[in-house]
């Protein structure tokens, strides 16, 4: 008589750095980290080559600028679902903004000592683009793109994408904190990631969780405006969050907004679209979305130091509702 087990396939993790944060890959299979993390790489140079607002050479950059109206898949895809979510918002998602962006510092440049509003909301809009075949073109040559909201989320969706034509289903892909995961975790249960606690000044990824979520087959991002801003002469709140439609920097009750949706890209332009909207409006919308298989976890101002919690009822009982928090029906 003879016997034998089936091998166990291992999990291996791949880190490195995309998009100028960091890459953290977990997934069962036998193909060597090594292998991976080199498909990694050639993603992050592609998006960039496609879609940074950082480097001149970009074909973003080169559109931006009037120097090309040529357009390639991810620039048509990212504007094909961008649209679809301003549409959703009203207009408080657009990424048009990039004129704002950059008037405000946030694209890498120094900012403007006073931003003359109303003089750029002229050419904000993503009304006033379109793409006809595989060309783009503008109602105003003066019109810009910023995909910042979105180009990480599906950078992360590309990635997924490449293990999952690997042969490989289970795994998890972290790009900066946004995520998208697949199958089970190597102790056989879901995923398992953080939501942080948005204080200002929070600048240690994962060193202050304000809630663990267990996650399968989905994607889930993260906005919030507790890292990136600034103080301004008066020593008012400037955030990178931009409302397209006033062009003034976002203030809300809303500090975060956490999303889980099909796709990263997804979530990661639900993310900023929520925090856009401001507290109200999102919890409205979220209301909605349950139907897309969208869910959310809110994070708002409370009394004094003390925070609010609103989720989407889909979350439960993955989330166990506690005193301050408030499910969203």
Not at 158 to 166: N, S, Y
Not at 211 to 227: E, F
Not at 316 to 321: M, R, S
Request: with cysteine; net charge negative; hydrophobic share 40%.
């Amino acid at each position: 008589m003879s016997s034998c087990s089936q091998k166990k396939v291992p999990y291996v993790k791949v880190e490195g750095v995309m998009l100028g944060t960091f890459m953290n890959v977990t997934a069962q299979t036998e193909i060597p980290a090594s292998e991976i993390y080199d498909k990694m790489m050639q993603i992050d140079a592609e998006a960039k080559a496609s879609m940074s607002i950082f480097d001149d050479k970009s074909l973003l950059s080169r559109l931006n600028s009037g120097q090309t109206d040529e357009l390639d898949d991810h620039i048509i895809y990212c504007l094909e679902l961008s649209r679809r979510i301003s549409k959703l918002s009203g207009g408080a998602y657009d990424v048009t903004v990039a004129p704002l962006v950059k008037a405000y510092g946030f694209a890498g440049e120094d900012r403007m000592s006073k931003v003359n509003i109303d003089s750029i909301l002229e050419f904000v809009g993503i009304d006033k683009l379109r793409v006809e075949g595989r060309r783009l073109v503008k109602d105003d040559e003066r019109v810009q793109i910023d995909f910042n909201s979105i180009a990480k989320g599906y950078v992360v969706d590309l990635a997924a994408q490449a293990l999952e034509q690997m042969g490989i289903e289970n795994f998890l892909v972290d790009i900066g904190g946004e995520i998208r995961c697949s199958g089970l975790n190597s102790k056989g249960g879901p995923w398992r990631t953080g939501v942080e606690t948005p204080f200002d000044g929070n600048n240690m990824l994962g060193a202050h969780v304000q809630q663990i979520i267990s996650l399968s087959d989905c994607a889930m991002a993260t906005s919030g405006n507790y890292r990136r801003f600034y103080l301004d002469e008066q020593g008012r709140k400037v955030a990178h969050t931009i409302d397209p439609q006033t062009g003034k920097s976002v203030i809300t009750e809303l500090l975060s907004a956490t999303v889980i949706a099909p796709t990263c890209a997804e979530a990661d332009a639900y993310g900023t679209m929520f925090m856009a909207m401001g507290k109200e409006r999102a919890i409205e919308l979220a209301r909605t979305l349950a139907e897309r298989d969208v869910m959310v976890y809110f994070i708002t101002a409370g009394r004094g130091e003390e925070y609010e919690v609103y989720y989407s009822r889909k979350l439960f009982p993955v989330l166990k509702a506690t005193e301050g928090c408030v499910a969203i029906e």
